[in-house]
């Protein structure tokens, strides 16, 4: 199983968030982990620009985004910016994208959010053809009619993930990525609803077994603790839940908030998490780092426990 982290923008100015956020990618590449993960906050920093920055600071590790939302940009637009930063970062990116949910696309962006999987179907027509890199891109569906040059070959392979929830987004996925990130998804769901669904649509397309990126909030805690970190998964994560997307993909699992998602316990807690979520089928973990406190020292400090821990997890994990 691959280990990764999500790193991402938080509270404060900018110049604050990308010191931070350059800190934090230091610390995964230097503590043996395979991945970064740049959430697309709506309301906050570019993801791609933050992976073309962590890139400079970093040389082997995988920086992925977790999820570019389709409907924000035309596909050659995506795709000129992922070839771009794909070559920037010497080919470590990874392109986690997804059609969003309707109180980001509709309620912010005023877009329309109808029939968002034939959507995805038609937009990765024409990002598959870009990402190609065979020196055009001509498509036409019921989206799209593209014909666009575009002399940007990809400097190594880029895999691309796509934010699948639901069967029809699973068959998608399967046949025309290398993958899905997900979040909201416990090991039930994973073991009983995802995995087969998006493997059997790699396998029918004559693809590779996909990658199936699990994203978990992870805390480090006594085992008095536990129910104090659920709590605050609840209080700072819960906006997701609002989504029927989400709503949708509970009632395949055990899980009925991101607060029971949560990994939290001692060492012998989350090495048991993360091995319960492999043997469910998921190739990698997305670690969301919940600390817990009442003030700032002690929630930093708790951040930097859970860093330790997981460090040496990874280790026993190879």
Same mark, same amino acid.
């Given at each position: 199983?691959?280990i990764?982290?999500?790193?991402?923008?938080?509270?404060?100015d900018?110049a604050? +968030?990308?010191? /931070?956020m350059?800190? @934090? $990618?230091e610390? #995964?590449e230097s503590?043996g982990?395979?991945? !970064?993960?740049v959430p697309?906050?709506p309301n906050?920093?570019?993801?791609?620009?933050a992976?073309?920055l962590m890139?400079q600071?970093?040389?082997?590790i995988?920086?992925g985004?977790?999820?570019?939302?389709?409907q924000?940009q035309h596909?050659?637009?995506l795709s000129r910016?992922?070839l771009?930063v794909?070559?920037?970062?010497?080919g470590?990116?990874a392109?986690?994208?997804?059609?969003?949910h309707?109180w980001?696309?509709q309620d912010m962006l005023?877009?329309?959010y109808?029939?968002?999987? +034939?959507?995805? /179907?038609?937009?990765l @027509? $024409?990002?598959n #053809?870009?990402l190609a890199?065979?020196?055009? !891109?001509?498509?036409?569906?019921d989206?799209?009619?593209?014909h666009?040059?575009?002399?940007?070959?990809?400097?190594?392979p880029?895999?691309?993930f796509?934010?699948?929830?639901?069967p029809?987004?699973?068959?998608?996925?399967?046949e025309?990525?290398d993958g899905?990130?997900?979040?909201?998804?416990?090991?039930?769901?994973?073991?009983?609803h995802?995995?087969?669904?998006?493997?059997?649509a790699a396998?029918n397309?004559?693809?590779?077994?996909?990658?199936?990126?699990?994203g978990?909030?992870v805390?480090l805690? /006594?085992p008095?603790e536990v129910?104090?970190?659920r709590?605050?998964?609840?209080?700072?994560?819960a906006?997701a839940?609002?989504?029927?997307?989400y709503?949708r993909?509970?009632?395949?699992?055990n899980?009925?908030?991101?607060?029971?998602?949560?990994i939290?316990?001692d060492?012998?807690a989350?090495m048991?998490g993360?091995?319960?979520?492999a043997e469910a089928?998921?190739?990698?973990?997305?670690m969301?780092?919940?600390?817990?406190?009442?003030?700032?020292?002690e929630?930093?400090?708790?951040?930097?426990?859970t860093?330790?821990v997981?460090a040496?997890?990874?280790?026993?994990?190879?």
């Amino acid at each position: 199983m691959r280990i990764g982290v999500m790193v991402g923008p938080e509270r404060g100015d900018s110049a604050k +968030k990308v010191s /931070r956020m350059m800190a @934090d $990618v230091e610390w #995964a590449e230097s503590a043996g982990l395979d991945s !970064v993960w740049v959430p697309q906050v709506p309301n906050d920093f570019d993801a791609l620009t933050a992976v073309a920055l962590m890139g400079q600071r970093t040389s082997t590790i995988e920086i992925g985004t977790a999820v570019v939302p389709l409907q924000a940009q035309h596909p050659i637009a995506l795709s000129r910016q992922a070839l771009s930063v794909h070559a920037a970062i010497g080919g470590r990116l990874a392109l986690g994208v997804g059609p969003s949910h309707h109180w980001i696309v509709q309620d912010m962006l005023g877009l329309p959010y109808e029939k968002p999987a +034939k959507y995805t /179907r038609d937009y990765l @027509d $024409v990002l598959n #053809a870009a990402l190609a890199g065979t020196g055009g !891109v001509d498509v036409e569906n019921d989206t799209f009619t593209v014909h666009n040059p575009l002399d940007l070959p990809p400097v190594g392979p880029m895999p691309v993930f796509v934010a699948a929830l639901g069967p029809v987004m699973l068959s998608i996925a399967g046949e025309r990525a290398d993958g899905t990130v997900l979040w909201m998804a416990d090991d039930r769901n994973i073991a009983e609803h995802i995995a087969p669904r998006i493997r059997k649509a790699a396998a029918n397309a004559g693809k590779p077994a996909p990658r199936i990126v699990a994203g978990l909030p992870v805390c480090l805690c /006594r085992p008095s603790e536990v129910d104090t970190a659920r709590e605050r998964a609840n209080r700072i994560l819960a906006e997701a839940e609002v989504s029927p997307n989400y709503q949708r993909l509970l009632e395949h699992g055990n899980v009925r908030n991101v607060g029971d998602l949560c990994i939290a316990g001692d060492e012998e807690a989350i090495m048991a998490g993360f091995r319960r979520y492999a043997e469910a089928g998921a190739t990698d973990i997305s670690m969301r780092l919940l600390p817990i406190g009442d003030t700032r020292d002690e929630l930093v400090a708790s951040k930097y426990r859970t860093r330790e821990v997981v460090a040496e997890l990874v280790k026993e994990l190879r």
